[in-house]
């Protein structure tokens, strides 16, 4: 039973424009979530995150939002630049859980 | 910055064969973590490990047991490896909660072939 699941597997955006990432979340117990990228032959490095009691976040190009009615988030990257091009995980924890569920990821593709 | 390693970045094994892959993190974090990536599936956690000598299964322990007889150092073992165990093993070490001051900080991950 996948709690996060990310419905597109991959995704093509122009350099320069808005890119948008979605996830979505089935256990309504998460009160937290994350978002990672990861490069391959890398490992997933954090990129941002989100409490549930918030519905945005920002950190320079990235903004994270979050809509809990529909247990949605997603990530937009603006501008997008060709060193985005990488594989994008949401994640997200139950209250008091020591670990994170994982989305299936998307594959994100900066052209120039 | 915290490192997470992971001893080996490529292994073939053979069916059958006992498969030891190693972590090790240099920060004094209390959490552990074995997670596998696979095309479509994303990021499954296999074990994890709160303390010394304690050990949770994650979603899919089949298959899979771990060793965590000091602190840094946690190790998965493939009691007897097998084709569908072929996949990407990400190693992950945390302080805590909250997850928003202590992350997972993630290894290089160990790419197994198993034929």
């Known amino acids: 039973d996948q709690q996060v699941k990310q419905n597109s597997p991959s995704l093509s955006v122009q350099e320069g424009r808005i890119s948008i990432l979605n996830c979505d979340y089935t256990?309504?117990?998460?009160?937290?979530f994350l978002w990672y990228k990861k490069y391959p032959a890398e490992g997933p490095t954090f990129l941002i995150s989100?409490?549930?009691?918030?519905d945005k976040n920002e950190d320079g190009r990235f903004t994270v939002f979050l809509n809990k009615s529909a247990k949605h988030l997603s990530l937009h990257i603006v501008p997008s630049q060709p060193g985005d091009s990488a594989v994008y995980f949401c994640?997200?924890?139950?209250?008091?859980?020591?670990?994170?569920?994982f989305g299936q990821g998307t594959r994100l593709t900066i052209n120039p | 910055d915290v490192k997470v390693t992971q001893s080996s970045r490529y292994l073939v094994k053979r069916t059958g064969e006992k498969v030891f892959l190693e972590c090790v993190q240099d920060?004094?974090?209390?959490?552990m973590f074995w997670y596998r990536q696979d095309p479509g599936l994303g990021l499954r956690l296999i074990y994890f490990?709160?303390?010394?000598?304690?050990?949770e299964k994650g979603d899919i322990p089949e298959g899979y047991s771990v060793s965590r007889e000091k602190k840094e150092r946690f190790s998965l073992i493939l009691e007897s490896a097998s084709t569908n165990q072929t996949s990407m093993y990400l190693c992950?070490?945390?302080?805590?909660?909250?997850?928003?001051?202590?992350?997972?900080?993630f290894g290089s991950g160990t790419r197994l072939t198993v034929v």
């Open positions: 992950a070490s945390s302080l805590g909660l909250p997850f928003e001051v202590y992350g997972y900080t």
């Open positions: 256990n309504s117990m998460f009160d937290y």
């Open positions: 989100i409490s549930s009691i918030k």
């Open positions: 994640a997200a924890s139950a209250q008091g859980a020591q670990k994170l569920v």
């Open positions: 920060m004094d974090h209390e959490n």
């Open positions: 490990s709160y303390d010394v000598k304690m050990k």
